[in-house]
């Protein structure tokens, strides 16, 4: 009989630590008990702002009121990526959380564009995308609809700092408890090599069954302690820093985040409540840090608030995600550059998945097994999506787009290219959290044109093509002209009385 899980100890208490703390304990609740350490001499990386749709899954498991949670993390509507630049200088694409059109089964919506498009119609794939028209737009509403062609998928941009406030409120109300210190030496069984005890520099002993490493980039148990070593690959993302400033609050919110692709990198723009976001993603092999800091801050819509503070980061993951009794969460796990704001979506997948194989009767080869075979998917997915936006780029002003363009990928993505270019066909495996309108959507954007057509899209006669199409865009901008702007929204949805 192996040892019964009691005591979880979370090690950090960043956006990981907090996330990982409050839903832990929300789903095991009496069964098992939390102890959270953190140090204040060390501090949390505090960025991390825009978000995919599945937090809302996280807000609903955490039983959060959404008003609430808006007011609280300072938060706005996030309906789509805005990518700027990415394929040539002055053009730009909506990687939106919508789908063009209305699905229909075994033939995407694309497929009667692409067709109509051959016969000579020039309608863009986005102008049948709801979350494109309301983010141009700078329009939002939670539209209460029965027919799912209307349906708003959405995220958040918020505060990283009020986030993890938050929620470390939330833990603590709960029963999970907070420990203050530095963790100076961990002890590990000499037989099975497991984690047993933190000691803290104030002398204290943190004690635990079963440990969940969210210290940062230093990766304190996974790395430092259990060696656990690290799969680089910044040799297909190589920017490795990034600089991240706040401005003033700008005038309107827009509902997506910006991306602007610059010469050796990208600038994100996240629109707060109170103030904006902004950052830089470089490679430090083609931007020394004077550098990247004028473009950052001559690139800002608004007054810089703080100075710029750069994090230098090492692009990949952690061999095994779960390694003995710890588990990796949050940055300790890897890390992919945030253009597709997928860190902290990974923080709530990795916890759910722990969940699921949760070790309640003691830690076993086969949970550790799969739970790192299904980590290590998850963040290839991601990775090779990232990979897409900058290998299809046609910039070549510089020497960091040119090598990009012309780097070895993995086979994976010039399959999906392959496919997609052929016939505008699209595949997903169930570990890859984008959905086929993402692949369609960054494909399409970054200028790769299906040549051929699914042949269930020639069913419908030339007329009833266009009067498809037609009607399409019809029902799209039907709603539009009731829905408030963003900032009226807000203002109306996150009122106290
Ligand atoms: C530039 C940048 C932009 C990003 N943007 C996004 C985004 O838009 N969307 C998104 O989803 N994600 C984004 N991320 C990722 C996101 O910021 C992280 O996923 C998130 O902050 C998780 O951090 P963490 O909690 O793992 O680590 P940290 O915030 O670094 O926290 C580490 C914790 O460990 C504790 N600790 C470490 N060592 C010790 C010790 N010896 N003793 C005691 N305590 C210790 C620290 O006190 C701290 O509390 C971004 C990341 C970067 C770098």
Redesign the pocket.
Known sequence: MKDKIQKIVV???????WMSAALLKRVLGEQVSIEL???DA??????????IPPIQLVNKVLGLDEAEFLRETKATIKLAIRFENWRVNGESYYHTFGAPGRSQAFCHFHHYWVRARQAGDTSNLWDYDLNYICAEAGRFAKLKVDDPVWEMQYAYHFD?SLYGQYLRRYSEKLGVNRTE???EQVSVNAENGHVESLTLKNGKEVAGDFFVD???T?G?LIQQHLGTGYEDWGHWLPCDR?M?VPSERFEKTVPFTRSIAHPAGWQWRIPLQHRNGN?LVYSSRHYSDDEAADILLNNLDSEAIAEPKI?P?RTGRARKQWNRNVVAI???SGFLE?LE?????L?QSAIVRLITLFPHAGVTRELTDEYNRQSQYEFEYIRDFIILHYYLNERGDSQFWRDVANMDVPERITEKIQLFRANGTLTKDNLDIFLESSWLQVMLGQGVMPEDYHPLADVLSAEQLRDKLAKTRETKLQPVPQIPSHDEFLEAFCKTD
């Open positions: 090690v950090g208490g960043g956006t990981a630590g350490v953190e140090s060390i501090g949390i990386v505090g960025v991390g702002e825009a978000t990283a210190g530095l963790i969210c210290s940062g230093r304190l990034a991240a950052g994090i980061f949050g940055l300790s945030p704001s997928t860190s902290i979506h923080i």
